[in-house]
């Protein structure tokens, strides 16, 4: 019984506690709405920031000076339509430019050892493999990359070498792809910069071996590099004026990696607060429930109550005990909901990175004290009607409706 004094926080902690445990049921369910919202919103907070963290490294490795040429008017139409063959040489031809690297897309059924899958292609100019290196798209990890002589070799990408097919694919093994059997030269790494993983589920080939494949050459892309960051708003301009010009028309887009990736994060961010906010209605289940549970505990200490003001105490320190313990309830359950949260973040986290693509597990020091704070703050606002109602009761009559 506590001493009514009030001068002890822990004593009245403890009491708090106390009352908590000798209702488990009640309590656990009113707990679980917490848990539940405190642990969703952790999860999408802290899941978000290590996808924003991801995508960062990604632009970063791509280099805030490249610049991005795409047929159509974004990256939907250019699925689509396709840039004419000599634009990378036009590209290439604008001062201040250091390379221009085209990318030529399209999809093979490809088979190994009776197993058959469809693949990206992707064609590509031998020689630029240096520069796809620079960019994150390429990074040898058995084998060897293509070479001008080759002509139906292929170069795989970590997810088509390892996942794709029921066994793991090396260099010198077979793939057949219409017409003709290609050789595996090697395999790529995890590529770091490029945009979700795409290349890594991609079947690299020489260009001119993708031109006998499927009849044209018009690139899907085009990778231009700036000599410097201060140039690419001068070099995009002419890149738009100079393909205008060829085209006769602008059915082309030309975007920077920075305005993309400012642009990844505003569509996330914005996804992000419609999640959380959905996550947050628990809370106001959660809420309704601990005061559910508060008024309820009103209602069984009606006696108690009145025999604590009947010895002194004022109607501040009943408010206080009530407010204390409705704000006790909260703080349990966001300190378990920020563990749950982060525990689902971890799986998360390991999920992507076994499909390849890494979202790092990111501990926010402000995330994990925030959050049961809020938890806690969510508790005593939820626990204010009860305390209010508690500390209104006359002790006569409290005594005599406890008994």
Not at 31 to 49: N, P, Q
Not at 80 to 108: C, H, M, W
Not at 206 to 215: A, P
Not at 363 to 381: E, T
């Amino acid at each position: 019984m506590i001493g009514y004094s009030f001068t002890d926080v822990t004593e009245v902690l403890g009491n708090a506690i106390r009352d908590l445990k000798s209702q488990k049921l009640r309590s656990t369910l009113t707990l679980l709405g917490i848990i539940v919202g405190i642990a969703a919103i952790v999860t999408l907070i802290s899941a978000g920031e290590g996808l924003n963290s991801s995508i960062n490294q990604q632009f970063e490795k791509i280099g805030s000076n490249t610049l991005i040429v795409i047929p159509g008017s974004g990256f939907s139409t250019s699925l689509i339509t396709k840039l004419q063959e000599k634009d990378p040489e036009r590209n290439k031809a604008i001062p201040g430019v250091a390379f221009a690297v085209p990318l030529y897309y399209s999809t093979a059924q490809s088979t190994v050892k009776s197993e058959n899958k469809t693949l990206l292609l992707v064609g590509i100019n031998p020689s630029d493999q240096p520069q796809l290196e620079q960019v994150g798209i390429m990074d040898i990890n058995e084998g060897r990359v293509l070479s001008d002589a080759d002509q139906y070799a292929v170069l795989l990408g970590k997810n088509v070498a390892e996942k794709v097919f029921a066994d793991p694919l090396t260099a010198r093994q077979k793939m057949e792809m219409p017409g003709h059997s290609f050789k595996i030269v090697g395999t790529n790494k995890g590529s770091q910069g490029s945009f979700g993983g795409i290349y890594d589920s991609a079947a690299f080939i020489n260009s001119k071996t993708f031109k006998e494949l499927i009849g044209t050459l018009q690139p899907s892309r085009i990778l231009v590099k700036t000599q410097d960051q201060s140039l690419n708003e001068s070099v995009k301009e002419k890149i738009r004026t100079q393909l205008k010009r060829a085209h006769g028309e602008e059915d082309f887009a030309v975007m920077s990696a920075d305005s993309i990736a400012e642009t990844a994060f505003a569509v996330l961010n914005i996804v992000q607060l419609v999640l959380v906010g959905i996550a947050a209605i628990s809370l106001v289940v959660g809420g309704i429930g601990i005061m559910n549970t508060m008024i309820m505990s009103v209602i069984q200490r009606t006696s108690e109550i009145g025999l604590m003001k009947a010895i002194g105490a004022t109607h501040n320190q009943i408010r206080t005990l009530f407010l204390i313990e409705a704000g006790t309830i909260g703080l349990v359950g966001g300190i378990l909901g920020t563990i749950l949260g982060y525990i689902f973040t971890a799986v998360i986290s390991l999920i992507a990175t076994q499909n390849g693509f890494a979202i790092p597990l990111i501990l926010n020091p402000a995330l994990i004290a925030g959050a049961p704070l809020f938890a806690a703050i969510i508790g005593m606002v939820a626990g204010t009607y009860p305390a209010i109602q508690a500390a209104k009761l006359d002790p006569v009559v409290a005594l005599k409706t406890g008994n």
